[in-house]
């Protein structure tokens, strides 16, 4: 339900915007706003332009009882829409029939009954729901009485979340007696703590810290993600330590504690001597993951280990005897997160780099592109870097970084590099490679390429794609010969940016 029309036009608004901060997509330029009502029909009209382009997307929502109308066209903005567009956008009007109820009028009761019911339409339109204080009381008592079919529990656990966000007062001492009362659902629980740290007040933190002293839930994969939080607060997340690190013996927890750890360390937040005397766990269960690393031999793996939070936390021991230990045998593995992460960490403290950590970072093809990522990160960009690794290498590295290439059955070779100029006047260069591949199923050829635009600063590399192939490349018509595969790409890089009709 919508508590009325304003918030409906209010979330079409705010859908267009990006949902991350770290999303760099910029929304359309919203204009010529209009929102009108007449009878029972209400309607919302506006304009989308971008100051790149002469184009325009011209909307009109047209809401009547329970049915939302949306009527898009693309028009020049410089003259004015067809007759037909301009007739049809003032003449459309929706029947009478199947117009279902009207989304200002509440419907949760409904919901909660068809639950109870174990109706399948609920798993369809829960997202659609719309909860305020007035359904407190009946949230709480559906958790604490109802026995949520297996393929609806996921809704049990939202509910959890949406409880505390309406009524977070009246919600906590529920909660807790939930808590204590899920021992055998583990998934309660870590939904409980989740909640929890979800409201951002130091108050609530002290209490996740309370009842993981009562009850530890376990399990696996929730426990991955338990202390990422939407709009994360790393600097509420310190009151939480020292105290976590005790649980850092159940195998479940060390993971998700020591990536954590590892983030407040990297914000300056945490410091060193704040775990120095948890120091040796670490460094015994940083061992233990180099062996289990050791043991890995693909990328994914790799690249999903926690080796590289260990990495972190113990470099600044890097001089004890305890912590050279943990570095020798460091260098060992393939773990290309915590190779690249120590590479980093030796250059920012301008210490010598061992011979056997270069072969495996700034000379291994696969680990190139991730080592200059983290170096440029932090604002490291020594002129040996675009020496040792070219453009082309860093094209090469971040396309075939994780792709798996079986050596002395599969190759890569470089095909073209070609320069290009976008519509707006932008120059870059594509690198194209093409993977062979043999196998059971027969042989394959595949277009991988990266594109790029200049460099803004000389002797400095581009880590910015522009326009790339998919981790599985493109294949390769037979009846295509190269030249034209690569014009072809050429030809949409060259274009990418009219791509715009995304109201978002």
Known sequence: MYSNIDSLWQEIDDSRLPKYKSDATKPFKIGNKKKTK??????????????????????????????????????????????????????????????????????????FEALKKDDSIVIDTYDLLKFNTSHTNTIMELLKNFDFPENKESIKTDLISELMLLNATKALPFLKDLYANSYSDPKIQTSILKALLNKKEEKYYKDVLALMRKDLPLEQYALKSLFYTYKDSLELKKELFPELLEYTSVQEYKEPIYNLLARLKDSSIIKPKDYKKHKKAIINDGKIEI????????????RNSSLYSYVKLIFPFRKESL??????????????????????????????????????????????????????????????????????????????????????????????????????????????????????????????????????????????????????????????????????????????????????
Not at 291 to 302: A, H, N, V
Request: proline content about 2%.
């Open 38 to 111: 007449k009878d029972n029909i209400y309607t919302y009209r506006y304009t989308l332009t971008d100051s790149l382009s002469a184009k325009s997307i011209k909307v009109k929502h047209i809401l009547k009882k329970g049915v939302l109308f949306t009527i898009k066209s693309l028009n020049d903005s410089i003259t004015k829409p067809s007759p037909f567009i301009t007739n049809f956008y003032e003449t459309f009007k929706p029947i009478d029939t199947m117009m279902g109820a009207t989304v200002l009028k509440d419907k949760t009761q409904q919901f």
């Open 291 to 302: 062996k289990r690393s050791l043991s890995q031999k693909s990328g994914y793996s790799s």
């Open 323 to 504: 912590a050279e230990g943990f570095f020798d045998k460091l260098i060992d593995c393939e773990n290309a997160e915590a190779l690249t992460t120590y590479y980093v960490l030796l250059e920012k403290a301008k210490e010598q780099i061992p011979i056997k950590l270069k072969n495996k970072t700034l000379d291994e093809y696969k680990n190139q592109a991730l080592l200059v990522d983290k170096l440029y990160a932090l604002g490291i960009k020594n002129p040996y870097l675009s020496k040792e690794i070219t453009q082309l290498k860093y094209a090469k590295s971040h396309l075939f970084s994780t792709v798996k290439i079986e050596t002395g059955r599969d190759s890569i070779s470089f095909l073209a590099e070609k320069q290009f100029k976008t519509d707006s006047g932008k120059k870059g260069t594509i690198y194209f490679f093409k993977v062979d591949t043999k196998n059971d199923y027969g042989d394959s050829k595949k277009l991988y390429y990266a594109a790029f635009l200049e460099p803004k600063k000389q002797n400095e590399l581009v880590t910015a794609i522009y326009f790339q192939s998919g981790y599985n490349g493109k294949s390769m018509d037979e009846n295509k010969k190269e030249d034209e595969l690569i014009e072809d790409i050429l030809e949409f890089v060259r274009y990418k940016a009219r791509k715009r009709i995304n109201l978002r």
